[in-house]
């Protein structure tokens, strides 16, 4: 016999949780259901491929959790995904797999919407992997080994960003970015 009260914490969690089994929705809370603009009940059954902003995005996730760094069985980033309505928003997403040699057979997985922190801006696949590594921290040179291009290429990327965001300096890119107090 299940607790019920462990039914209540997941949900009426302050954040989005979903339950996903071969990344399909089986299960998710209120939170989760609200930040995607549906109910638990449309969302159930649901491939989350649909909640990406392209199959590219759904693809490079996926291929990032086979890399050895996920394969401990928890994986988190922030990256942008779609409402159901097609609204982009920066979402903070972390997970654990049951299985560390099968990441995506059943999993928990929280959402965070931080669209109030960090507004979308229209950005290129390329450019959010930059924009993404370069809040990570990484140099224009780390960045160009780990996306295979040379480190020239993503300053030019960065330079859009800067300009895309009108930051003037990469701290500032960051800090916009991240949705820090600048």
Not at 11 to 16: E, K, L, T
Not at 76 to 86: F, K, N
Not at 91 to 112: D, E, N, Y
Not at 120 to 145: D, F, H, N, Q, Y
């Amino acid at each position: 016999m299940t607790d019920p009260s462990s039914d209540l914490a997941f949900d009426f969690a302050p954040v989005g949780l979903a339950l996903l089994e071969q990344r399909v929705i089986k299960r998710c809370n209120l939170q989760f259901a609200e930040t995607f603009g549906g109910t638990p009940g449309e969302l159930r059954d649901l491939p989350v491929a649909a909640l990406y902003p392209s199959v590219e995005d759904y693809q490079r996730i996926g291929e990032r959790l086979q890399l050895p760094e996920a394969q401990q069985g928890l994986y988190h980033d922030e990256r942008i995904m779609r409402r159901m309505s097609g609204a982009l928003f920066w979402c903070r997403v972390r997970g654990r797999s049951i299985s560390h040699a099968q990441p995506f057979q059943t999993g928990i997985w929280s959402f965070a919407d931080l669209s109030e922190e960090r507004p979308v801006v229209s950005l290129t696949p390329r450019e959010r992997e930059v924009a993404i590594l370069t809040c990570r921290g990484l140099s224009a040179k780390e960045i160009g080994l780990q996306l295979d291009l040379s480190y020239r290429t993503v300053e030019t990327h960065r330079a859009r960003l800067l300009d895309k965001f009108a930051a003037r300096k990469l701290p500032e890119l960051v800090a916009k970015l991240t949705g820090m107090p600048l």
